[in-house]
């Protein structure tokens, strides 16, 4: 059974998708938890500037999710373009 | 020297028999060191308190304990079982039924660990709130246990399924990506789990009145937390239960391992930072019990961000299972 070498180059871009979005997923979704957290912590201790702290935390997650977007992105590219 | 089927599927089920045991005995063992040490504490702190303290010592023990019972289970059938050899998919069910329960079983252990530990601590701070933290401690290490459970499920779906007719390529490929989904999935939502229970028990100790309020914002944290583990059961199960036509191609075969692997990593770092926000809503209910509800909201939409990854690697194992 000959393997084609289009074969493997396919192959190998879906285990690189899994490969990149897996591990991608990995930090973003620690690192938001902590913004969450240290906003959680703040609103306790302040709760008056509730409405600041949650904006903050979601201006901070968004950020920190751009990591996971680019690992969407490049995972979408390798299965679907390249 | 031709080796035949059957000792092929001898090697990989002895060899996922030491996977399943292996891996499954770190989380437990991490876990029972971590809440003897919290007893010793606990008991200096508080010697009249020692009663309690070492029969909530030994419970959290057992709780955590179970985890590596499921993986020693798992390890024993693969080892006594007689299973067919009519197909070389044995080779890789075996290996994956022991990928899944020896991952499945670190987190959750682990997990639960945290409450025992903390609930040891709690009593020597507030002996009269032992029965209330050990409670709080039951549940927590229970909820904790859950994707042990989802790991020793997959393991036995693989092991006892009917794989006949089936073509061995790519379902060896979807059989191994099922194991590494469940597992590796598991381990975030294990650790998470626990952390939440952990602060709600320390909280308890200190704030007493905040006791309901606390464990029931603890019981929403642990739940969000489960979903990765279940994104990971899913997928897992799509793995197992899709039908694919033979093919000699390896790209479908790819693309199904991908499915497993993106899903099992993809699922842990969302867990454990729902698991971290848990942890710190919980601290801050127990220090401001008036802004709780305030602070149950940030959390939730925090979780639901957080998530946002996790759901990122489902959408793409989907699209490596059904488009590709």
């Given at each position: 059974?000959?393997?084609?070498?289009?074969?493997?180059v396919?192959a190998?871009?879906?285990?690189g998708?899994?490969?990149?979005?897996?591990?991608?997923?990995?930090?973003?979704?620690?690192?938001?938890?902590?913004?969450?957290?240290?906003?959680?912590?703040?609103?306790?201790?302040?709760?008056?500037?509730?409405?600041?702290?949650?904006?903050?935390?979601?201006?901070?997650?968004?950020?920190?999710?751009?990591?996971?977007?680019?690992?969407?992105?490049?995972?979408?590219?390798?299965?679907?373009?390249? | 020297?031709?080796?035949?089927?059957?000792?092929?599927?001898?090697?990989?089920?002895f060899?996922?028999?030491?996977i399943?045991?292996?891996?499954g005995?770190?989380?437990?063992?991490?876990?029972?060191?971590n809440t003897?040490?919290?007893a010793?504490?606990?008991?200096?702190?508080?010697?009249?308190?020692?009663?309690?303290?070492?029969?909530?010592?030994?419970?959290?023990?057992?709780?955590?304990?179970?985890?590596?019972?499921?993986?020693?289970?798992?390890?024993?059938v693969?080892?006594?079982?007689?299973?067919?050899?009519d197909?070389?998919?044995?080779?890789?069910?075996?290996?994956?039924?022991?990928?899944?329960?020896?991952?499945?079983?670190?987190?959750?252990?682990?997990?639960?660990?945290?409450?025992?530990?903390?609930a040891?601590?709690g009593?020597?701070?507030q002996?009269e709130?032992?029965?209330?933290?050990?409670?709080?401690?039951?549940?927590?290490?229970?909820?904790?246990?859950?994707?042990?459970?989802?790991?020793?499920?997959?393991?036995?779906?693989?092991?006892?399924?009917d794989?006949?007719?089936?073509?061995?390529?790519?379902?060896w490929?979807?059989?191994?990506?099922?194991?590494?989904?469940?597992?590796?999935?598991?381990?975030?939502?294990?650790?998470?789990?626990?952390?939440?229970?952990?602060?709600?028990?320390?909280?308890?100790?200190?704030?007493?009145?905040?006791?309901?309020?606390?464990?029931?914002?603890?019981?929403?944290?642990?739940?969000?937390?489960?979903?990765?583990?279940?994104?990971?059961?899913?997928?897992?199960?799509?793995?197992?239960?899709?039908?694919?036509?033979e093919?000699?191609?390896?790209?479908?075969?790819?693309?199904?391992?991908?499915?497993?692997?993106c899903?099992?990593?993809?699922?842990?770092?969302?867990?454990?930072?729902?698991?971290?926000?848990?942890?710190?809503?919980?601290?801050?209910?127990?220090?401001?019990?008036?802004?709780?509800?305030?602070?149950?909201?940030?959390?939730?939409?925090?979780?639901?961000?957080?998530?946002?990854?996790?759901?990122?690697?489902?959408?793409?194992?989907l699209?490596?299972?059904?488009?590709?």
């Amino acid at each position: 059974m000959a393997i084609e070498g289009a074969d493997i180059v396919k192959a190998a871009a879906c285990l690189g998708a899994s490969i990149s979005m897996g591990l991608g997923a990995l930090g973003p979704g620690i690192g938001e938890g902590m913004v969450a957290a240290k906003a959680c912590e703040a609103i306790g201790k302040n709760p008056s500037e509730a409405g600041l702290l949650t904006r903050t935390m979601l201006v901070g997650q968004a950020v920190t999710e751009s990591t996971g977007i680019y690992s969407l992105v490049v995972a979408l590219l390798l299965l679907f373009v390249v | 020297m031709a080796i035949d089927i059957q000792t092929w599927v001898n090697v990989s089920a002895f060899s996922g028999a030491g996977i399943a045991m292996g891996l499954g005995a770190i989380g437990a063992a991490v876990a029972e060191g971590n809440t003897a040490a919290s007893a010793n504490y606990a008991v200096s702190r508080n010697p009249s308190a020692s009663g309690e303290i070492f029969k909530s010592m030994l419970v959290g023990q057992a709780i955590a304990e179970s985890a590596a019972i499921f993986a020693l289970v798992v390890a024993m059938v693969l080892m006594f079982s007689p299973f067919p050899s009519d197909s070389l998919l044995w080779v890789f069910v075996m290996l994956a039924a022991g990928i899944s329960m020896g991952f499945g079983a670190i987190g959750a252990a682990i997990g639960s660990g945290f409450p025992a530990a903390a609930a040891c601590e709690g009593m020597a701070r507030q002996p009269e709130m032992s029965g209330p933290l050990a409670t709080n401690m039951l549940i927590g290490s229970a909820v904790c246990q859950t994707p042990a459970i989802f790991a020793l499920v997959t393991s036995f779906i693989l092991m006892f399924k009917d794989y006949t007719g089936l073509p061995l390529a790519p379902t060896w490929a979807a059989i191994l990506g099922a194991g590494i989904s469940t597992g590796l999935s598991t381990i975030g939502s294990g650790v998470g789990g626990g952390l939440i229970a952990r602060e709600s028990c320390l909280g308890m100790a200190r704030q007493p009145l905040t006791a309901t309020t606390l464990t029931n914002t603890m019981l929403l944290g642990q739940a969000v937390t489960q979903t990765p583990a279940i994104y990971g059961l899913l997928i897992s199960f799509m793995l197992i239960f899709s039908s694919s036509p033979e093919t000699a191609a390896l790209t479908p075969a790819m693309a199904l391992l991908g499915a497993g692997i993106c899903m099992g990593l993809g699922a842990s770092g969302p867990a454990l930072g729902i698991g971290i926000t848990g942890q710190s809503a919980v601290k801050a209910i127990s220090r401001n019990l008036t802004a709780a509800s305030d602070i149950t909201r940030v959390m939730l939409i925090g979780m639901a961000v957080s998530e946002s990854t996790g759901i990122y690697a489902m959408v793409i194992s989907l699209c490596l299972i059904f488009v590709v």
